[in-house]
Every structure is written in structure tokens, then in C-alpha cells.
């Protein structure tokens, strides 16, 4: 079985045995990127979430519709009492888990109380640690009792990580990954392949794919020559790749709204960073705008002053943040460093374009007198080997609502703090946020909270982009929309 594929290698007949079986199947080939070194779980809410996978076997109570709204999946309805501390839930009915077993409003209650046990350390358990409880009104019925009012709980369940798992099913989920998605798990191995086949009794209709097949590639440029070998159907680009696939009728690139971003992250924890000043430093001297244009290009991206909070989200905050090395040099003499300082920064050809991120950002970064180190990590396990681990590392987050990243990314103790960033001031902000039910109130906090982040934050998030994948000209169904919320049950073949 294939295990691992390096950048220009002939590819393992693994990927050919597949390609012959869609012949008589429709095949859907992707890779996943081992970026967890195999620890990769089907337990949605694990910290080492298998999300690729999980997107297509599970299903979520509400999901984005194609104007980012909230939208009914599981839940048909949702409807809140006067102060928002209780939402009511209507399910739909009818709908199966791939053992055969019947959804109902308690598979809703263990799946919500789960997340909250801190013997399994998930990054949700800071979004939703306002859930007090879930009552079953009846099995069509939910009842999410809050324990402070909250206007966006639906906001929140759209994550993709809130995904409906059986009554009692935890301990073996990890590995089984049972779900009423439009995918079952045929085999699961993330360091070889992992297969999936249609649910035949999915509850919108069997999906058109009869297969789903991954490979585990961990390398970006290996995955893209995979991509240019016909060996997958799908995957993510850079700006300079495209080029590969222009004017080239086997192909089709799609650039999608995803909102993800790059970033550099400064643990606070760990010195020099521990001064504020010092972690400004770090982030003021970078023309943004040059190093998005450098990046993926003009119209592919909007810059932004460090707030983790999508451009088009009603609560992100409008900062200003012009390059200042000169503004730099002054806090690092300040903070004890008159001649400039050294770092190191771990980065890793993981996603597409990492490498480079940190490449830019050294030559940027040396107009304040930052001297950068680049170390690059194997991709192979980098979010498990080196992500908060290091004192300066490359990230990679996905669009989230305002509420849900400033609290799962910066909340003092969240697990996934990245930068273990601890205010207590921040927190209460957001803890009032999150209380009041007046919109323009709450929005003037949130915006308060990001302002508190680009002063004295630990990340430097200089623009957010679009999406940039390719897929073999004969898939169809796939929106330009962010990969998280596609319905892949439409996805299908269609020879051109």
C-alpha cells in the first residue's frame, strides 16, 4: 500500500489500481496531506480531526448556505426564548446513521454534552462551553439550554467540526466514524489510503459518486504532480501553479471565497515574545499589501491589520495598519534590542504556499532589523510535531465566525490557543459580547476585542485569500464555495 509519495517520484500503482477501477465506478480521487503524521482521527471534535474525511461521513445540524448563512441540515428549524438561553431545535425525521440506527434528539444531546468532557482536550469545548445542557423534548425535538444568553448559537453549530455522532458512540468513533453523512468508511488508514463508499440510504438522496478515495500525500509539490499526472481528481493550488493547467482542457481551476489565511504565530509564553512590544515589532514592518500581491495576486485576497475575522463578517473591525519599520526598530530598542533581533520561524511545505509565506516575510521583516532563521519541518505531523510547540511557527486557519475564533483562537487556556495568548481583559470583553442581545453593541465589542489583538496580540495574519484548486475537467458539482460546506453528494462525472 502506498505510504508516502515525494515530489517528482513516480507515483505507486496504489493510485493506478484506482484510476482502472472507475472504469466501472465513478472514482472521486483526493489526497490528504498527513499533516497529523497519521494520528488522524474520524472523532469530529478530536484535536486531530480527519476533517477531509469527516466532511463527507457526518452531518451537521445547521450548514452555510451559499450567502454564508445559517441553513437547515439536521435541524429543519430553530427558533430562541426572549433572553437566548434557550434555542429549540425541530430535527428532521427519518434520517439514519450508517449502521442503520435512527437520528433522533438524543443523538443531538450526547453529541453537544460530549464536546464539554475534558478528558478529550477539544478545541470546541471553548466555543460552546456556554451549553449547559441539551433536553429531548421529544425524538424530533431539541432543547440547548445556555448558561448566558447567546444571539449566534446557530452561527456556532454551523463548525464543521459539530457533526451528529450515535447516542453512546464515542469510545470507538475515533475509528468506526459512524455518521449520516453521504459517505461510509469502507478502510481507514491516513498514512496509506482511506476508502469511502455512497451511503445508499443518505437522507438527500444517494450521492453520485459511487467511491471516494484518499491518499495520504504529505508534500504540496507531490500532490500537484499527482494532480498533473491524472492520478487525482482534485486538489489545492498556489498562485505560481496555475500556469501548470492554463489553456489545458483536462482541467478546471476554481477560485473560490474561502477566507482561510496564513499566518506567523509568536508564542507569549516564550521569550523574547513575552513583550508586547516585541510581538508588534514583529508584525508592523510588512507592507501587507505587497506580500498579498506577492502571494496569490491582485483581487485574490483582502489585507487586514492581524483580526482573524473574515473581511464580509458584520463584526470584523476596520483597522488600519500601514508598513512602520521605523515604528518596529523603535519598540524592539524599547524592549532592550537597540541592534535588531534574531528569530527563528519552522514553517513547512505542507499547504501550498507556506514556504514561501515565511520567505517573504524574511524579506520583509528585515527592513526593522528582524533577522529570520527559516527552519523548514517535515510536513509529515508538523500540526502535531511543531504547532505550538516552537516559539515562532507558520499556521493555517479556515473562515469561522466572529465569535467562534476569537474565542477558540486567543481565549486565555482554549486549546487551541496557538500563540497562548492570556488577557483577562480580552476575555471579559468577549464574555460581555456574548451576553448582550443589542446587535450594534455587540459588534462594537467584538471590534474591541480585534483592536486588542493587532496592539498586543501574538499573530500576524496579514490578508486573507481566496482559494485556489483544480479539478479534472469531467468532475461537476462542485461550487466555487469554501470545501468545508460543499454538498458532496452533487458531485458527479460528466465527460466533456
Known amino acids: ?43 469530529p471534535i478530536s484535536p486531530n480531526r480527519f476533517y477531509e474525511v469527516n466532511d463527507m461521513v457526518y452531518s451537521r445540524l445547521v450548514r452555510q448556505d451559499d450567502n454564508g448563512e445559517p441553513a437547515p441540515e439536521l435541524a429543519t428549524s430553530w427558533t430562541a426564548n426572549e433572553t437566548a438561553t434557550e434555542w429549540t431545535l425541530k430535527l428532521q425525521t427519518g434520517v439514519t446513521f450508517h449502521d442503520g440506527s435512527a437520528f433522533d434528539a438524543a443523538d443531538v444531546k450526547y453529541t453537544l454534552e460530549r464536546i464539554k468532557d475534558p478528558a478529550l482536550e477539544s478545541p470546541l469545548a471553548s466555543v460552546l462551553d456556554f451549553i449547559s445542557r441539551v433536553d429531548v423534548v421529544d425524538p424530533a425535538t431539541a432543547r440547548i439550554v445556555l448558561s448566558k444568553p447567546h444571539a449566534g448559537l446557530p452561527l456556532l453549530l454551523m463548525d464543521y467540526r459539530v457533526r451528529m455522532i450515535p447516542e453512546g458512540s464515542g469510545a470507538g468513533i475515533a475509528k468506526t466514524g459512524i455518521g449520516t453523512g453521504p459517505f ?20 438527500e438522496g444517494r450521492p453520485k459518486l ?51 489565511w496564513f499566518g506567523l504565530v509568536f508564542r507569549t509564553d516564550t521569550a523574547p ?69 534574531d528569530i527563528e520561524v519552522h514553517t513547512a511545505d505542507l499547504e501550498p504556499g507556506m514556504v514561501r509565506f515565511a520567505e517573504v516575510y524574511q524579506q520583509q521583516a ?34 469561522r465566525p466572529a465569535d467562534q475564533i476569537l474565542n477558540e483562537a486567543y481565549r486565555s487556556g482554549s486549546a487551541w490557543n496557538e500563540s497562548y495568548y492570556a488577557n483577562p481583559a480580552y476575555d471579559q470583553v468577549l464574555d460581555k459580547a456574548r451576553a448582550t442581545l443589542d446587535l450594534p453593541a455587540a459588534r462594537a465589542l467584538y471590534q474591541e476585542a480585534q483592536r486588542i489583538l493587532f496592539e498586543e496580540g501574538g499573530t500576524f495574519i496579514p490578508y486573507r485569500q481566496n482559494g485556489l484548486r483544480v479539478l479534472t475537467a469531467d468532475v461537476q458539482g462542485l461550487k466555487p464555495l469554501d470545501e468545508d460546506f460543499i454538498r458532496w453528494h452533487l458531485v458527479d462525472f460528466v465527460p466533456k
Open 1 to 43: 500500500m502506498l505510504r508516502l509519495l515525494i515530489a517528482g517520484a513516480v507515483i505507486s500503482s496504489a493510485i493506478a489500481v484506482t484510476a482502472g477501477e472507475a472504469a466501472a465506478e465513478k472514482v472521486f480521487r483526493r489526497a490528504n496531506d498527513l499533516s497529523y503524521g497519521g494520528k488522524e482521527s474520524l472523532d
Open 366 to 399: 528585515a527592513k526593522a532589523g528582524i533577522r529570520v532563521k527559516l527552519t523548514l519541518a517535515p510536513s509529515d505531523g508538523y500540526w502535531d510535531d511543531v504547532w505550538m510547540k516552537v516559539p515562532v511557527a507558520m499556521t493555517s486557519w479556515s473562515a
Open 184 to 203: 461510509k468508511i469502507e478502510s481507514y488508514d491516513p498514512e496509506g489510503q482511506t476508502v469511502l463508499i455512497a451511503n445508499d440510504a443518505y437522507w
Open 273 to 341: 515574545f513575552t513583550d508586547w512590544r516585541v510581538r508588534k515589532a514583529m508584525r508592523i514592518p510588512v507592507d501587507r499589501a505587497e506580500m498579498m500581491k506577492l502571494m496569490v495576486g491582485d483581487g485574490n485576497g483582502v489585507t487586514g491589520c492581524d483580526q482573524p475575522v473574515k473581511a464580509n463578517d458584520p463584526f470584523r473591525a476596520q483597522l488600519a495598519c500601514p508598513p512602520d519599520p521605523e515604528g518596529a526598530k523603535k519598540l524592539l530598542a524599547e524592549a532592550g534590542y537597540p541592534d535588531g533581533i
Open 210 to 260: 459511487d467511491k471516494v478515495v484518499f491518499t495520504a500525500i504529505p508534500d504540496s509539490e507531490a500532490r500537484n504532480q499527482a494532480m498533473l499526472a491524472g492520478q487525482l481528481n482534485y486538489n489545492t493550488l498556489t498562485l505560481d501553479q496555475i500556469a501548470q493547467y492554463k489553456d489545458n482542457p483536462d482541467f478546471t481551476v476554481q477560485n473560490y471565497p474561502a477566507g482561510g
